[in-house]
């Protein structure tokens, strides 16, 4: 039972980690690189606030979400001016220096040593999430409010004019729309809501080190949003994270040993995203198209 | 002292160069970004290492052997996805995607197959002295076979008839094909040809430094902040950036630690995306 | 004047190096409340003039004055919204949003269009989305008539119109917004000729009655015939000959360089 409760948070965790992703890909036509950049500083800087002071979760929540959102200006003004193919490298090179001071700024992040022992979250200050069905609960509460927050906001007159800026840029100017800013604000959200993914990881798991915010990771969260579906609906992204959590659980199943499982689980994914961009590059219950 | 370190600066620039203008070749002309090249290099190094070490051949032969095996890898991921993807005019985000996924494959079955541990070769040959510098064997190698690929290179895309269609490719493609040249030639031999020039860089490397299935995307970011260096939309300039970005390396292990080295490179990449997108000696890119 | 354009020279180089004058030291003046088309032959450098007013394209020299105001360096969605609106060749309604979402998009006031409207000033959006679909629906009977089909089509995707139909629109709701000044692109380009008579009255009638001033681009000569108060004569990048349409198109220089007669 209480793997199943693991899974289940996982599952939470992805799903807003690629429910944010969904918002610079899907909705804002900006191909990231990076969203396991913000994974991890929201992971870290959480771990700080959650070790060094005792505040309630939201307040924890909101200086994580606020701080990492500041950290994606710095990339995101440059970025979203500069055509489409910059832009990705902006995002590659912001992620892999970001792992490059998590892994080597020993003093700060411990690097490859690790934080042990991340305390839990404590709701208002007072109820600390000390059991596994707290946090299944907890998790699963954030994940539906998330899911609200981005249907309301991919409904809304913003959502509205990042599709026109997605369908023709040019246009939406001459219709007096900023679009720089517009775009800018779908990558802020986009990496405040992946940071409380990290700040949930990192209570929960209450183990941090940098090799879960690598590239790699960066890639499979895209790979999970591609294979559900990229564009206006929530469903996407959800059935996209259920997809990449629920996987490898079978595929351990078979038994396969833990090394060879994680490569063969790759290789399935990278062959899957092949085969959907052939054939249905708005992922499964996507309904944007990549330009 | 400082020469010291100039001396490796310009070497691994070389190295840079050359990976460099294995991926320009393929963006440039195609304007897909070819991330799957990181994989494309990793695989010629263990191809590298298992001709070598595995079945015992001569280094060159082995050498010969992965360069010919990862030509044929990079004209298959055109032949294969590239192309049919085009065919149904899919976006170059569609096919970027689609590399994302062929990196991902094959990084992994050759982690699958070789293992996640950390292969080098053996060296031998004992360090050149040039005054009071030195130069290792494997830099000598490094040194004497990269900058005479660059030098043919250059030659090669100034002066010959391919070298001209990969300009004009590179400049109009639209133009390229109602002008009656054949495309699929074209690009063809502009994979072959990159798939040929990562591998050299890869070869040259990992003798050196060794291999394992993670090093193909590091190297490919340096390669592609150096080709931007040098100057976006031509490839000559890969050179000039290559070897730009390897001294300015140098300079920073000199100056602080190798654990900064690539510090180098992002900032590098944030004052050219900021400041100078075009790099030193590039085009011009219009915004939106 | 509403729109002075003040020696606008423009030179591009291409890949071999080789230096391209297109604008030579263009000046012209818009009247307020008429139409004035911009006449010239292909390349030219019309489309590209157009680029320049609207703030699109930056690499020129000279200056551009909008309602008096000088607009030279100031970012396309400012000039927008300072009152230019655009039609732009070969692009019109966004295919993926419904016609009523491309109406809106239009408008001019711009509540809801941040992230954070939705969530703190719903009441506000709501009372706003309201007044935009009535605008929109407004504008669609001006323009169109009572009873007009487009009304209920509202809701279905803009990929479902004809071109002409779309770029009849897209015309239309740039009334949605505060401009005063109309770029048009050659609007009756591709059009099935059977709509063109729609296109004239549609201008007149946002001149007459809707207080706007259009600057069209067109090579459709009948057309600037019937629907043009002035016209510009643009060639070898200056403006060659300007005045009332008549004389600029029985004019005998145009006649032989640019009609061919």
């Known amino acids: 039972m209480e793997y199943l409760l693991h899974i289940g948070i996982m599952l939470c965790i992805y799903i807003i980690l690629v429910l944010s992703t969904n918002m610079t890909v899907g909705m804002a036509n900006l191909l ?176 941090i080190d940098p090799t879960s915010f690598t590239l790699d990771e960066s890639i499979f969260i895209i790979t999970a949003l591609f294979i559900g579906g990229i564009g206006s609906r929530v469903w996407g992204p959800i059935v996209g994270a259920a997809v990449v959590v629920i996987l490898p659980e079978l595929l351990s199943l078979i038994g396969l040993p833990n090394a060879v499982a994680d490569n063969l689980r790759a290789v399935i994914y990278g062959i899957i995203l092949i085969v959907l961009m052939f054939y249905r590059p708005q992922g499964l219950l996507g309904d944007a198209k990549l330009k | 002292m400082i020469v010291q370190f100039v001396i490796n600066g310009v070497i691994s620039g070389i190295l840079y160069s050359l990976l460099a203008i294995g991926f320009a070749l393929v963006y440039n002309t195609t304007k897909v970004f070819h991330i799957v090249a990181a994989a494309i290099y990793v695989f010629a190094a263990y191809m590298f290492y298992l001709f070598t070490a595995t079945f015992g051949l001569p280094i060159i032969i082995s050498a010969l052997v992965a360069v010919i095996l990862t030509m044929g890898l990079s004209l298959l991921t ?17 096919a970027m995607i689609a590399s994302i996924g062929m990196m991902t494959v094959i ?33 000598m190698w490094q040194l004497v076979i990269g900058a005479a690929m660059l030098i043919l290179f250059l030659l090669f895309i100034s002066v010959s008839n391919w070298g001209i269609r990969f300009r004009a490719l590179s400049t109009d493609s639209m133009l390229y094909e109602t002008l009656g040249y054949n495309n699929s030639n074209t690009r063809t031999m502009v994979f072959l040809m990159s798939g ?57 292990i000199y100056q602080f630690s190798s654990n900064w080295q690539n510090a180098v490179t992002f900032i590098l990449l944030l004052i050219l995306l900021f400041l100078r997108p075009q790099g030193i000696a590039g085009y011009k890119q219009r915004t939106v | 004047m509403i729109l002075e354009l003040k020696d606008i020279q423009m030179s591009y180089t291409n890949a071999r190096k080789e230096v391209f004058n297109l604008l030579n030291g263009v000046n012209m003046a818009v009247e307020e409340g008429k139409v004035t088309a911009l006449i010239g032959g292909n390349g030219a450098g019309k489309t590209t003039l157009f680029n320049i007013i609207s703030g699109v394209e930056k690499g020129f020299h000279g200056k551009v004055f909008l309602e008096g105001k000088d607009i030279t360096k100031l970012p396309a969605h400012r000039i927008a919204q300072m009152g230019l609106g655009r039609l732009f060749q070969g692009r019109q309604l966004m295919d993926d949003l419904t016609l009523m979402e491309n109406m809106k998009i239009a408008s001019g006031n711009t509540m809801g269009e941040n992230p954070f409207d939705c969530f ?10 309201t007044a935009k679909e009535q605008q929109a629906i407004d504008i669609l009977i001006k323009v169109f008539g009572d009873g007009n089909k487009y009304l209920d089509l509202l809701n279905h995707k803009a990929s479902e119109l004809s071109y002409g139909e779309q770029r009849l629109i897209a015309m239309a709701r740039l009334l949605m917004g505060n401009s005063h000044l109309l770029l048009l692109d050659e609007p009756t380009s591709g059009v099935n000729p059977k709509y063109i008579e729609v296109f004239q009255q549609i201008i007149r009638d946002m001149v007459e009655k809707e207080e706007q001033t259009v600057l069209l681009i067109e090579h459709n000569m009948s057309f600037v015939r019937n629907v043009a108060d002035y016209c510009h004569y643009l060639d070898d990048g200056i403006i060659i000959k300007s005045g009332e349409t008549h004389e600029v198109l029985d004019d005998n220089e145009v006649r032989k360089d640019y009609l061919g007669l």
């Open chain 2, 196 to 252: 040929a020039f990562i591998a050299i860089a890869s070869c040259l490397t990992v003798y050196d430094r060794g291999v394992d299935p993670h090093i193909g995307m590091d190297v490919l970011i340096n390669a592609i902040v150096a080709m931007i260096l040098g100057g976006t939309g031509r490839f000559g300039t890969c050179i000039l950036g290559g070897i730009s970005l390897g001294v300015l390396q140098a300079l920073a």
């Open chain 3, 120 to 129: 703190f000033r719903f009441k506000k959006v709501a009372a706003s989305e």
């Open chain 1, 32 to 207: 990231t690189l990076c969203q396991a950049a913000f994974y991890g500083i929201g992971a870290y800087i959480g771990t700080y606030f959650l070790m060094q002071f005792n505040l309630p979760f939201v307040v924890i929540a909101l200086i994580v979400m606020l701080a990492t959102g500041l950290t994606s200006i710095v990339i995101s003004y440059a970025s979203v001016k500069l055509k489409g193919d910059y832009f990705i490298l902006g995002t590659l090179g912001f992620q892999m220096i970001i792992y490059t001071i998590l892994y080597n700024w020993i003093d700060v992040t411990h690097g490859p040593y690790g934080i042990p022992g991340i305390p839990s979250i404590k709701l208002f200050g007072v109820w600390s999430l000390t059991s596994i069905y707290a946090y299944f609960f907890f998790s699963v509460v954030l994940a539906v409010v998330v899911a609200l927050i981005f249907s309301r906001l991919q409904h809304s007159p913003y959502g509205r004019m990042l599709k026109a800026i997605h369908t023709d840029e040019l246009s939406a100017q001459t219709l007096g729309r900023n679009t720089i800013q517009l775009k800018s604000w779908a990558f802020f959200i986009s990496a405040t809501f992946a940071s409380l993914a990290g700040l949930i990881y990192a209570s929960y798991v209450s183990y």
């Open chain 2, 107 to 139: 990084i992994n079955l050759l982690a699958m197959f070789f293992g996640d541990e950390a292969k080098i070769f053996d060296s031998n040959g004992s360090p050149f002295l040039l005054g009071e510098f030195i130069i290792t064997a494997k830099q």
């Open chain 2, 78 to 94: 055109d032949v294969s996805v590239y192309r049919p993807l085009k065919k149904r005019k899919a976006s170059n985000n569609v």
